[in-house]
């Protein structure tokens, strides 16, 4: 705390050739690295909202073009309050323009202009207007189709959803999103029938195909389906680091269901991968585990 004593700095500045103050100055990586934080773990008060937007509006001095100050800024905003949302928007309209291949830029796009999930939002519409010139010029952004698609689904605008999708170009190994996502407009037009059908098409070979199947089947209530696809889509896996995505949905299905046997062997692979693949046997998801093991067999054990 008492180090070094005060009365060094003088010597030290004139060692170094600098201003006292500059001895305290703290860098914009570590200024960032201090407002994520904030995001992260703090409440956005008045406080700490002036703090990040004086810091950002001192980079964006600097830099009106940094993305990553930019993509911040929006993110202050939106965990201060729904009045700052047109500005974060606006910022983001620049961003998109700098850097039209990124991803995150149009996801908070969507938190504040968009709406879906979001607390603060306005409408669709807006979110559809900007972006979709984007997703046409720049079809290899498969986030932003997936954002523009699911605005265009929540406004029942099913023939320019599926005009995205068709001329969207994912990358090889999500190539399968085209055939997942034109399932999610027949399901929206009503036709779970078409969709399912649709479904049944994607590769059985790859993983990633098989989870996003199991996954709209289990919002269908198809359970039994679901099951199917999850289980396949963990076999198809290859050691290590396996995802865990789709035991997680198995297990809580199965506990869903009152299959509280299954639903145990699913915590149990979760620990077991978890321990094999990624090292971990102590933590909040080894923990998480063991929680869900004991409170379910408690539940056998009552039965």
């Not at 509006?57 to 047109?86: H, Q």
Request: proline residues 2%.
């Amino acid at each position: 705390v008492g180090l070094p004593d005060i009365t060094l700095l003088p010597r030290i500045a004139v060692f170094f050739g600098v201003r006292i103050d500059e001895l305290f100055s703290i860098s914009h990586e570590d200024e960032m690295e201090r407002i994520r934080y904030i995001l992260d773990y703090e409440k956005m008060n008045d406080g700490n909202f002036a703090y990040a937007k004086k810091t950002l509006d001192a980079m964006l001095s600097e830099n009106s073009k940094n993305v990553e100050a930019i993509k911040t800024y929006a993110r202050v905003i939106l965990n201060k309050s729904n009045e700052e949302l047109l500005a974060a928007g606006k910022l983001l309209e620049k961003a998109m323009e700098v850097s039209p291949l990124d991803d995150e830029v149009y996801g908070l796009y969507r938190s504040v202009r968009g709406g879906g999930e979001y607390k603060y939002h306005s409408d669709n519409d807006w979110f559809i207007r900007v972006c979709e010139p984007y997703a046409k010029k720049y079809p290899q952004n498969e986030g932003l189709c997936n954002h523009l698609v699911e605005a265009m689904l929540s406004q029942h605008y099913f023939d320019k959803a599926e005009e995205i999708i068709h001329t969207m170009q994912p990358a090889d190994e999500q190539a399968f999103m085209k055939e997942i996502l034109l399932g999610d407009v027949q399901v929206k037009r009503g036709n779970a029938k078409a969709a399912k059908e649709i479904w049944a098409t994607v590769s059985k070979e790859d993983w990633r195909a098989q989870y996003e199947v199991g996954e709209r089947l289990n919002r269908l209530n198809e359970y039994e389906d679901a099951i199917v696809y999850f289980n396949r889509a963990f076999e198809l896996q290859k050691t290590p680091k396996r995802v865990l995505d789709m035991v997680y949905s198995l297990a809580f299905l199965y506990k869903k269901l009152g299959r509280y046997t299954e639903a145990i062997q699913s915590w149990e692979c979760i620990l077991q991968v978890l321990a094999e693949d990624y090292g971990l046997t102590e933590g909040n998801d080894v923990e998480w585990a063991k929680s869900e093991i004991k409170q379910l067999k408690d539940f056998v054990g009552a039965k």
